[in-house]
């Protein structure tokens, strides 16, 4: 029997529709791909430190699959960090999950205002300012041992003093290991706690705080009270101002707790 048009037009149809397929099945998977994509970890590390400080941090989001970089940023201003921050962010094609420890605090709440890459931010014992308002605003309120331990240099960088490093910067790691982190110290610009940050982050990205119980180098209270302001989901660990090398499973789970949100 001799064929209508409207049947060669429907199997015309079928045909285009099989051919298709294979095309449309590919894009739902790498739909379903960047849905289900692990964000990338960047940790940005505070004063008197480098990348290196998240040594024992890293291996552990990498066992878990998780893509990480830490940032090495200058210390020499605020502006400087948060624009060496945002250059590592902004180079990443999937979501970030955005982590800063004592002054990288200040550092991520100004780098990761209107980033479409951040998607959640996570405080580690760390500084958490509001525009407009000092790194340093409330040292007097919230004094904490650290800061008589400063020693700056002719060019207004400031140390730790070796001989307190362990006691106001590490006190529950062994002594040997803070000998070494103290010869190794990067010092910070000392201006930079003059510094205010001019838009915070985590007014609108997801946050999440870690408190350090026996810090002396940021008053425990002080941490408690950036992370009450920002509505931080709030996790207390018992350590030094470095519990990423003292605590670093529980550091690690509450990086990982932000990235699944």
Known sequence: MASTPGTLMRVAAIGVAVALYPLAASAQTAREVRGAQKPTIVLVH??????????????ILQRDGY???AVQNPLTSLAADVETTKRVVDAQTGPVVLVGHSYGGAVITAAAA??????SLVYIAAFAPEVGEAIGAFGDKYPA???AALRPDKAGFLYVDPAQFHTVFAADLPEVETRVF???QKPIIGSVFGAAPDQAAWKTIPS?????QDDRAINPDL??????????KTTEVKSSHVPFLSHPADVARLIEKAAGQ
Do not use: C, H
């Open 46 to 59: 505070g004063a008197f430190a480098d990348g290196s400080s998240w040594q024992k941090v890293i291996p």
């Open 67 to 69: 893509s990480v970089i």
């Open 114 to 119: 209107g980033s479409s890459n951040v998607k």
């Open 145 to 147: 041992p650290l800061g």
């Open 182 to 184: 103290a010869a190794t």
């Open 208 to 212: 999440w705080y870690l408190v350090a």
């Open 223 to 232: 941490e408690r009270f950036y992370a009450k302001r920002m509505g931080a």
